[in-house]
């Protein structure tokens, strides 16, 4: 059984960047697609971007033009490069890949605030 890891998240102020790394235990290259989804406290969690197999991706209004979804199935690794990070991007961050079931990491807090 797979099991997914995040990492990269912190504590970041306005405008500034962070990048997040899934790393999975075993081969990522049969997963057709993988996600990061977030929850910020008191609000439901909420897909933030997706990328197939294929590298075709998707991207919550919220976040075009200043996230970018990336896969290297050579390292077993999904990342997520988060720039000009705003208040409203303070959630946490879970790594999502779905194979006849679901996978979800444990979650990593990104924190936007001066």
């Known amino acids: 059984q797979v099991q997914f890891v995040e990492s990269g998240g912190g504590l970041v102020q306005p405008g500034g960047s962070l990048r997040l790394s899934c790393a999975a235990s075993?081969?990522?290259?049969?997963?057709?697609?993988m996600a990061w989804f977030r929850q910020a406290p008191g609000k439901q969690r909420e897909l933030v971007a997706s990328i197939s197999s294929g590298g075709n991706t998707n991207y919550a209004d919220s976040v075009k033009g200043r996230f970018t979804i990336s896969r290297d199935n050579a390292k077993n690794t999904l990342y997520l490069q988060m720039i000009s990070l705003k208040p409203e991007d303070t959630a946490v961050y879970y790594c999502?890949?779905?194979?006849?079931?679901?996978?979800w990491g444990q979650g990593t807090q990104v924190t936007v605030s001066s």
């Open positions: 999502y890949a779905v194979m006849l079931r679901n996978y």
């Open positions: 075993a081969s990522i290259s049969s997963f057709h697609t």
